[in-house]
């Protein structure tokens, strides 16, 4: 689902964010990032949605050499991958309903079936109840799981998160990451940036870690150890 | 559903366009441009002071050449109107008599090129002028009758042409008895010289304002779009095409055009219909057919599609330099 290729992110102030970074993973696996803050984890995320290209190496995604996709396929591409974004990124000009609808929207769904995936999404989350709420009345954990519906409500075969329990209590946390782990287990890839090593060890996930833009640990992917690369 | 077809395809598939349930994608498609436009507007109704300026802006900018080139059209109305009743005036001499005028009369009526005559005895045209001119008193020192005894031929419609006009003109001066020719043409000249010169006027200064309200409009949506960066960044973030994030701005251009023509419509009636009474009367005063001809339906409508259409421009350039900048990289520095 995932493939890096010896992936070098330079950014234009001259910073080097990746340095080499070469790890695959399959449909239906969960991951996590892990690596000390600046370490490049949202930097790696960026680079499979194309908000950043990288400088050198190739990036696949569901197959797809990204390098090779052309601006115009850009949103082709993230209509398949559901984001956490580390600060949410939620509008707050309209509801909680309208901020998780908005992948829908973009795909023109028929307004029926936008209203059943959108509260679908929300009682996953548990906010089904505050879906007519502007976000901004929201705690900042209520915050983050509507950006988390946002992001699985068009059920994407690839869901990328980061730091999506920063702002969560640990029981609420690991709400949400048994959710991840639904999700995988439906066939759906999930990588998780986290800082928190202890969540992270506790579900016993394999865990790629990054220290100043290189790969430490985790790098070997399922196919490789067993071709014994 | 074609969005579940879609969702299952994956990314590289996705990326190929799906051809099954067309209808559905159609429908939706429709709805969901019916409900930006409805947004669109919502939006610029939600702010009343700042897109009411911005129509009536837009309305002065439209109805200032549009009222000029109604006024262009009204003035071309008069020389097409006096040239084809442009006539030929034959002044005779002084010494001819009643018998004589008769003779000429029938003489140039029964012409080929002459469609109509009229004749004025002299004593006519003298009660005449008496009576318009109200120099009665001045009249009754003057001896004898000054003026001459008048034809008037009205040229058929092959030869209401200057040339032919002109040829005509030449002959009627050969006959007997004839004093002078007189054709009022010179003035007809000079007016439609006139109205070309303004014409050109007009056109240069609507062009000039249509580009200030392609400008004008274009600033406005710049406005726009900085103000909602959070959101396109997150449409694009989510999939959403350029094409879908730059359409509420096309629509919100189109409804300020459409506004704005509009606007301009009104202040065209009202202001047609505040001059039309002492054009009236100027008109009559100068025994002109002249007629200030309003706007009508038909070229309300076409001022409409094109300031529909100058609001679009406009939307269009500041989309297009503003818009597609906004990148989701960005996206943390925002
Ligand atoms: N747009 C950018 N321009 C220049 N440098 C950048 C940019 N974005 C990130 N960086 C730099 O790249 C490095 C990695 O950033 P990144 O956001 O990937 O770290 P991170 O691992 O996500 O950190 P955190 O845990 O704090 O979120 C940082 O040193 C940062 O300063
Ligand atoms: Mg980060």
């Not at chain 1, 879906?131 to 994407?156: D, F, H």
């Not at chain 2, 020389?79 to 030929?88: K, L, Q």
């Amino acid at each position: 689902m995932i493939e890096f290729d010896r992936v070098s992110k330079r950014y234009d102030g001259g910073y080097t964010a990746l340095k080499g970074v070469s790890f695959a993973m399959d449909r239906g696996e969960m991951a996590f990032l892990t690596g000390h803050s600046g370490a490049g984890k949202s930097t790696l995320l960026k680079l499979m949605t194309v908000m950043e290209r990288p400088s050198a190496g190739n990036v696949l995604v569901g197959g797809q050499a990204l390098n090779r996709l052309r601006p115009r396929q850009v949103p082709f591409l993230r209509r398949h991958i559901g984001v956490v974004f580390q600060n949410h990124q939620l509008l707050f000009d309209r509801t909680v309903f309208d901020n998780v609808a908005m992948p829908l929207e973009v795909i023109g769904a028929p307004p029926g079936e936008i209203g059943r995936r959108v509260r679908a999404a929300l009682d996953k989350v548990g906010l089904l109840n505050k879906e007519r709420m502007n976000p901004i009345a929201l705690s900042g954990g209520e915050q983050q799981r509507v950006g988390i519906a946002r992001a699985v409500v068009n059920k994407p075969p690839l869901l990328l998160a980061d730091e999506p329990t920063g702002n969560l209590d640990p029981e609420l946390s690991a709400d949400i990451m048994q959710l991840f782990e639904q999700f995988s287990q439906v066939g759906v890839t999930v990588l998780v940036a986290s800082h928190d090593a202890e969540l992270v060890r506790a579900m016993g996930n394999r865990v790629l870690t990054l220290r100043e833009g290189e790969l430490v640990s985790g790098g070997a992917s399922p196919r490789e150890q067993l071709h014994g690369h | 559903m074609a969005t579940e077809s879609q969702r299952d395809a994956g990314p590289r598939r996705g990326a190929a366009r799906q051809k099954t349930a067309w209808r559905v994608l159609l429908d939706s498609y429709v709805a969901h441009h019916r409900k930006t436009a409805r947004q669109s507007f919502q939006r610029l109704i939600a702010q009343p002071l700042t897109s009411g300026m911005t129509w009536l802006v837009m309305g002065i900018a439209l109805a200032l050449p549009m009222g000029l080139l109604l006024l262009l059209s009204s003035l071309q109305g008069v020389s097409a109107g006096w040239e084809s009743t442009a006539r030929v005036t034959l002044y005779l001499e002084q010494s001819a008599d009643q018998a004589q005028l008769q003779a000429l009369a029938a003489k140039v009526g029964s012409r080929p090129d002459v469609s109509d005559v009229a004749v004025i005895p002299r004593d006519e045209a003298l009660a005449e002028f008496r009576a318009s001119s109200g120099l009665s008193d001045a009249l009754d020192y003057l001896e004898s009758n000054p003026l001459p005894h008048t034809v008037m031929a009205t040229p058929a419609e092959p030869v209401r042409t200057p040339e032919g006009v002109e040829a005509l003109v030449g002959e009627l001066r050969q006959l007997e008895a004839v004093a002078q020719v007189q054709v009022d043409l010179g003035w007809l000249q000079r007016l439609s010289t006139m109205t070309e010169l303004l014409g050109r006027v007009v056109w240069t200064l609507a062009l000039l304002l249509a580009v200030a309200l392609v400008l004008v409009i274009g600033n406005t949506i710049r406005l726009a779009i900085e103000s909602r960066r959070d959101e396109i960044l997150v449409s694009k973030l989510v999939g959403g095409t350029n094409a879908f994030v730059r359409r509420p701005f096309l629509y919100t251009g189109v409804w300020y055009g459409l506004g704005g023509g509009l606007c301009a419509w009104i202040l065209l009636v009202v202001s047609f219909w505040w001059l039309s009474g002492p054009v009236g009367r100027l008109a009559s005063l100068y025994r002109s057919d002249f007629v200030l001809a309003g706007l009508s339906f038909a070229d309300g409508l076409l001022m409409l599609v094109f300031s529909a259409l100058l609001g679009w421009l406009g939307a269009w350039v500041a989309v297009k330099r503003h818009l597609d900048a906004i990148e989701p990289s960005q996206i943390d520095s925002a």
